[in-house]
């Protein structure tokens, strides 16, 4: 599966960013889908996540309430709405996806199979 994410950029506290996330070679069927970030100094981290059925979703505490996965199965896409966003959101931003059947807890201690190329997102304040 390869993972083409964009959509980031410069945006004020407050303001709001959508990122997209496309695959080819493989679908998303059967697999977790979802966004790590990682901010400058830091560890990479999870963010949110689509369960390998698609039925769930997952954020991590910190965005929950402000940020909001859906997906596009026709075009092979999810996104990530971000809305609300602040300066401790800034981080390169990352697609990435599971194996098949892989469990949301894995996926999101890291159970990645499949990277996209980091999108970047500075909330300035």
């Known amino acids: 599966v390869q993972l083409q994410a964009s959509g980031g950029g410069l945006v004020q506290a407050g303001g709001s960013l959508r990122l997209s996330c496309a695959a080819s070679?493989?679908?998303?069927?059967?697999?977790?889908v979802g966004w790590f970030r990682q901010a400058p100094g830091k560890e990479r981290e999870f963010v949110a996540a689509?369960?390998?059925?698609?039925?769930?979703?997952y954020y991590t505490d910190s965005v929950k309430g402000r940020f909001t996965c859906s997906r596009d199965n026709a075009k092979n896409t999810v996104y990530l709405q971000m809305n609300s966003l602040k300066p401790e959101d800034t981080a390169v931003y990352y697609c990435?996806?599971?194996?098949?059947?892989?469990?949301?807890?894995?996926?999101?201690?890291?159970?990645?199979?499949?990277w996209g190329k980091g999108t970047q997102v500075t909330v300035s304040s």
């Open positions: 990435a996806a599971g194996g098949a059947y892989y469990s949301s807890e894995y996926f999101k201690a890291g159970g990645v199979d499949y």
């Open positions: 070679g493989r679908t998303f069927n059967n697999r977790p």
């Open positions: 689509f369960s390998w059925s698609g039925g769930n979703t």
